[in-house]
């Protein structure tokens, strides 16, 4: 199944407009909308996303918790 990508934009009366595609006339189709998220918000995304989570795992060594847990389970 081929499936197609339009990037367009929703008019204020809902109108939704795709180019001209022949292969698709006549068909049943499902259409999905997924609003796209602009550069700006996904930058400020981002810089949130390592901010909250930045340092999560430091204070743990995790190599050496790696090396003792492999040690127990094949002794």
């Known amino acids: ?8 934009r929703i008019s204020k009366d809902g109108t939704i407009h795709i ?3 022949p292969s698709l006339f006549n068909m049943d189709v499902e259409i999905i909308i997924v609003p796209k998220m ?3 918000k996904k930058e400020r995304f981002g810089k ?14 995790t190599d050496s918790s790696k ?9």
């Open 19 to 21: 180019p001209y595609t």
């Open 1 to 8: 199944m081929k499936a197609f990508k339009f990037d367009t």
């Open 48 to 61: 949130e996303f390592v901010k909250k989570w930045a340092g999560f795992l430091n204070s743990a060594d």
């Open 67 to 75: 090396y003792d847990y492999l040690s127990e389970k094949y002794k």
């Open 38 to 40: 602009d550069k700006k």
